[in-house]
């Protein structure tokens, strides 16, 4: 049997599922990386727009260094950047040549594969996304098939897309992305012979989350129907909503006669190192997952389910929960089938609570639905109900939306800013609010060391730090002795 390959997904997927995206700071990621480079994954699934904004944002660590850094890090192993392709950092459309100054930089910083997602699966989008990458210096580029079920979305429209992305020159690799996890074995059986028909010698992949516990068999499946890398996390960056464990799909692969050539010795040692993090950061475990057959209908992944429960609670509707479910199904059906991958389930989830809580359906719709219905987010696989397309622009604040200007280029956005500014600040600029790169400027360069067995004495010492009655403090053990003195 062909041999297998691994792409870790841990620093941006897992850390997105299971972490809110936030758990993952450079003091992190740099004591592990040599490990990592060592193990023999393919490439790290390692940041994406809305990462390198949490950087910044909640960190105040610049994305960009952190880039760079890994990169030195770990020179031997792809580092990989997920794009939708219209926009970085903000979810406001970006001009052309604004896009390649991005791939540009973040190539010039290290990044040298890049997945492409467009979320409606608009093959014109996403080629032109790569056809930007290449021209920019990307070395691999991944293009992705994003995964749902309706009526639509069936294996000859997935095996028509691969076919458009196996003869495109700007397309290196072409990955099944399943985002809800709602790939079956019994699906995998059909769709994955179809795509390798289609694709022809374009080598596959398949990312798909653990949600309702279905990807770590059908990873399996995929295994023997031609998927050349799977796509999983380490450690507690496994399971739960995010993607199988490493090791355990090693050890299953190689019991069915599977050849997976990495490290199961340094394997391990990060999937400890994660663990170790894990429980001196106070950060939540993935796990296996129960099947839950309401997802096949409603597709909305574990996160955006807490997050809805969570609204429903706060304008006192909670008991509405399983209205809000037909509602979203309603919409969704009323919308094109939009693949419930962001925006689409923000959007499709703030249009059915205006639904529940108004007197007529539609009477209230959001801005981006608007702007979904205009075509801002691409070209949906069916067209939006008529009578409900109807309804949502015939009204003044459609005009207005649809009156809105383009987005700039780069030579005019720069007018706001001093010559002098860097490109790759300019970047942060263009799309953040000064306040808060400004913030991450002054808090200088981020830590580079970090140590998770140290947790607990560094909590102690900060703790006695704060408490002026202890000017002195001596830690003793057998060949180890610590003094401190208090300069007050």
């Known amino acids: 049997m062909p041999e297998l390959q691994l792409v870790d997904v841990s620093f941006r997927d897992g850390n997105q599922s299971l972490w809110g995206a936030t758990g993952v700071r450079t003091r992190h990621v740099l004591p592990i990386a040599p490990l990592m480079d060592r193990v023999g994954f393919r490439a790290l699934d390692f940041t994406s727009s809305t990462h390198m904004g949490i950087a910044v944002r ?13 990169r030195a890090a770990m020179p031997s192993t792809g580092l990989q950047f997920i794009s939708p392709g ?3 950092i903000s979810w406001e459309l970006a001009h052309p040549e604004f896009m390649e100054l991005v791939y540009a930089r973040l190539v010039a910083n290290g990044i040298d594969r890049f997945g492409v997602i467009d979320p409606t699966n608009d093959p014109d989008a996403a080629l032109a996304s790569c056809r930007q990458i290449r021209e920019a210096g990307g070395a691999e580029i991944v293009a992705a098939l994003t995964f749902t079920i309706s009526d639509v979305h069936d294996d000859p429209f997935y095996a028509r897309l691969a076919a458009l992305y196996a003869a495109s020159p700007d397309v290196d690799r072409v990955y099944l992305k399943d985002p809800g996890g709602l790939l079956t074995p019994e699906r995998a059986a059909t769709l994955l ?11 596959l992949e398949l990312h798909s989350h653990t949600t309702i516990g279905l990807s770590p068999l059908s990873y399996l499946t995929a295994a023997e129907h031609g998927v050349s890398a799977l796509q999983t996390g380490c450690g507690p960056l496994a399971g739960g909503t995010s993607l199988p464990d490493a090791q355990r799909l090693v050890a299953n692969l190689r019991e069915l006669g599977h050849t997976v050539d990495v490290d199961d010795r340094l394997l391990g040692l990060v999937a400890a190192y994660f663990r170790k993090m894990a429980r001196a950061e106070g950060l939540p475990t993935g796990g296996p997952s ?3 057959a309401a997802f096949l209908r409603h597709q909305m992944a574990g996160g955006t389910m807490t997050t809805m429960r969570r609204q429903l609670a706060e304008l006192g509707l ?7 479910i037909d509602e979203v199904t309603r919409v969704r059906g009323d919308l094109g089938m939009p693949i419930m991958v962001t925006p689409f389930p923000q959007i499709v ?41 109807d309804r949502i622009l015939d009204r003044d604040r459609a005009r207005e939306i649809a009156a809105e200007p383009p987005p700039l280029p780069p030579s005019e956005l720069r007018r706001r800013f001093p010559a002098s500014l860097s490109d790759d600040e300019f970047l942060l600029r263009a799309t953040m609010p000064q306040g808060e790169v400004d913030a991450m400027v002054a808090a200088g360069p981020a830590q580079r060391h970090y140590d998770p067995d140290l947790a607990g004495v560094l909590a102690l010492l900060r703790g006695l730090a704060g408490r002026p009655s202890i000017p002195d403090l001596t830690v003793t053990k057998p060949g180890f002795r610590l003094s401190l003195r208090s300069r007050a």
Do not use: C, K
Request: charged share 35%; proline share 8%; no cysteine.
């Open 58 to 70: 909640t960190h105040r660590e610049d994305p960009w260094e952190r880039i760079r850094l890994t």
């Open 86 to 88: 219209f926009r970085f």
């Open 193 to 203: 012979p179809a795509l390798r028909a289609a694709l022809g010698d374009t080598p």
């Open 290 to 292: 129960d099947f839950d």
């Open 318 to 324: 909670a008991h509405r929960f399983d209205e809000m």
């Open 349 to 389: 989830i703030s249009q059915a609570l205006a639904n529940l809580v108004g007197d007529r359906r539609y009477d209230q719709v959001p801005d981006q639905v608007i702007r979904y219905v205009l075509g801002r987010f691409g070209r949906p696989a069916r067209p939006v109900d008529d009578d409900v397309r």
